[in-house]
């Protein structure tokens, strides 16, 4: 009898540590497979970025040794505290893409992109459909197979959003539509699950200055807050009808938050006078599509949005409610990402993904492609529109229209996600729907000028 329950004691203790094997993170890496690297096509420099380093990634061991490095690393040499923008303004003529600033990071379509703040370092963070984060230290320079890209995987499904601590980055929570927020704890070195929802995760943000303070929003429409030191839900509202796209905290009002929805409305709430039976908004407004986002300013003078409604919206005014819609196509087509505008540096512009002409018919010519005596319909229409690539819009708050588009030879596919650096005005990191990343940079002034 005894013997009897030993084996079973052990069965159950093997079973239990292979269900927590397999639900923690997992390495993507076909060298470990016994394959070669897979190689996307558009890459030029760095093509050997899913050459994962056995150093940089150890996932087996459910360590997260390279990024913990690079953080702490970053943290003794670009210390963070008390670091201010003097000069916001950015020179439009002067932004141009890095050569060598592009690379494939991730295998899936980016969902989400950030860079680390610290002041004098490049260093992005992206999470993928796939479950996927990555860290890529621009400025590294390979040594012993490192290439400064680390991978790993704390979740079972698409990774909604990435929240970084702003002063000491020793944070970084990610959330999931595997209903759970994890917690990169750099000086525990490992991930580690902090809540779980009973709903997909679709937005988060963090309280300004407060990162144990978080926002997120669910599947069906609920904000939560949860704090992450009681671990345990403050607070709970049912704010929107359909799932909440984006949160996004005022800058300088903690309380004042707005959120996008895909119920087609994005609204501002005074979080210090919702009623949980009848939560009442500042400002509710309703565009004729889906709202993907919505965004603060950075002096909290503007909301932007984007809507697959095909249109920019700025509001200003009290409350939100003086608006100019700007018409730009939102729509992805056969991709499955969504444009997002963000803002800058600071009010004067939103950026944005732009969708050349030629992908946005390709799949209506494609049906045409084999009719009418095997004329090639998509060789025609490209031609045409040859000079029209993928991009980034720039459009001015002023002039209430797009004033620039940053192109690129080396720019092959739309950069859906945008990220703009907090402390090098400038610094603009796109993300795609192919797992690359590319960045925008101030090209040096001329000296003849």
């Not at 996307?40 to 970025?49: F, T």
């Not at 380093?53 to 087996?60: F, G, R, V, Y």
């Given at each position: 009898m005894a013997d009897n329950k030993r084996a079973a004691s052990k069965r159950q203790r093997s079973k239990r540590d292979e269900v927590e094997a397999t639900s923690f993170i997992r390495r993507l890496s076909r060298r470990s497979q016994g394959m070669p690297p897979e190689?996307?096509?558009?890459?030029?420099?760095?093509?050997?970025?899913?050459?994962?380093?056995?150093?940089?990634?150890?996932?087996?061991?459910?360590?997260?040794?390279?990024?913990?490095?690079?953080?702490?690393?970053?943290?003794?040499?670009?210390?963070?505290?008390?670091?201010?923008?003097?000069?916001r303004q950015v020179d439009l003529e002067r932004l141009e893409l890095n050569p060598n600033g592009r690379t494939q990071v991730v295998k899936g379509a980016i969902s989400d992109v950030k860079f680390l703040p610290a002041a004098n370092m490049k260093v992005i963070f992206v999470g993928d459909e796939l479950g996927y984060l990555g860290l890529w230290n621009v400025d590294f320079e390979e040594e012993n197979g490192d290439n400064g890209i680390y991978l790993y995987q704390p979740h079972q499904s698409k990774i909604s959003g990435i929240v970084i601590e702003p002063f000491s980055m020793l944070k970084i929570f990610t959330s999931s539509y595997d209903q759970r927020i994890m917690l990169l704890d750099v000086e525990k070195e490992a991930f580690e699950e902090v809540y779980q929802d009973t709903y997909a995760i679709y937005s988060i943000c963090h309280r300004v200055e407060d990162i144990?303070?978080?926002?997120?929003?669910?599947?069906?429409?609920?904000?939560?807050?949860?704090?992450?030191?009681?671990?345990?839900?403050?607070?709970?509202?049912?704010?929107?009808?359909?799932?909440?796209?984006?949160i996004h905290c005022k800058p300088d009002d903690?309380?004042?938050?707005?959120?996008?929805?895909?119920?087609?409305?994005?609204?501002?709430?005074?979080?210090?006078?919702?009623?949980?039976?009848?939560?009442?908004?500042?400002?509710?407004?309703?565009?004729?599509?889906?709202?993907?986002?919505?965004?603060?300013?950075?002096?909290?003078?503007?909301?932007?949005?984007?809507?697959?409604?095909?249109?920019?919206g700025i509001f200003g005014g009290e409350n939100y409610e003086e608006k100019f819609l700007i018409h730009h196509n939102n729509l992805s087509g056969e991709y499955i990402s969504t444009l997002r505008g963000i803002w800058g540096w600071d009010d004067s512009y939103v950026y944005i993904g732009k969708?050349?002409?030629?992908?946005?018919?390709?799949?209506?010519?494609?049906?045409?492609?084999?009719?009418?005596?095997?004329?090639?319909?998509?060789?025609?229409?490209?031609?045409?529109?040859?000079?029209?690539?993928?991009?980034?819009?720039i459009i001015s708050t002023v002039e209430k229209k797009v004033v620039r588009t940053l192109q690129s030879d080396y720019m092959h596919t739309v950069p859906y996600r945008l990220a703009a650096h907090p402390y090098m005005v400038g610094t603009l990191a796109g993300a795609t729907g192919k797992g690359k990343v590319c960045m925008w940079v101030k090209a040096a002034a001329d000296p003849e000028s």
């Open positions: 190689l996307s096509d558009g890459l030029i420099d760095k093509i050997d970025a899913r050459k994962l380093s056995k150093n940089s990634s150890t996932c087996e061991e459910f360590s997260c040794d390279g990024m913990v490095k690079t953080i702490r690393s970053l943290r003794r040499n670009d210390p963070l505290l008390d670091t201010t923008l003097t000069d144990n303070c978080l926002y997120f929003g669910d599947e069906i429409g609920a904000l939560k807050i949860f704090d992450v030191r009681a671990s345990t839900l403050s607070s709970l509202w049912k704010l929107h009808e359909e799932r909440i796209n984006t903690p309380n004042i938050v707005v959120t996008s929805s895909a119920d087609r409305t994005f609204s501002v709430w005074d979080l210090r006078s919702i009623s949980r039976d009848q939560p009442k908004s500042l400002t509710t407004i309703r565009h004729g599509g889906p709202i993907h986002s919505a965004y603060f300013s950075p002096f909290g003078s503007f909301l932007a949005t984007t809507s697959s409604d095909n249109t920019i969708i050349q002409e030629k992908q946005k018919h390709k799949r209506k010519e494609k049906l045409k492609n084999d009719d009418k005596n095997g004329v090639d319909v998509i060789s025609t229409v490209e031609k045409k529109i040859d000079d029209d690539k993928n991009g980034v819009d």
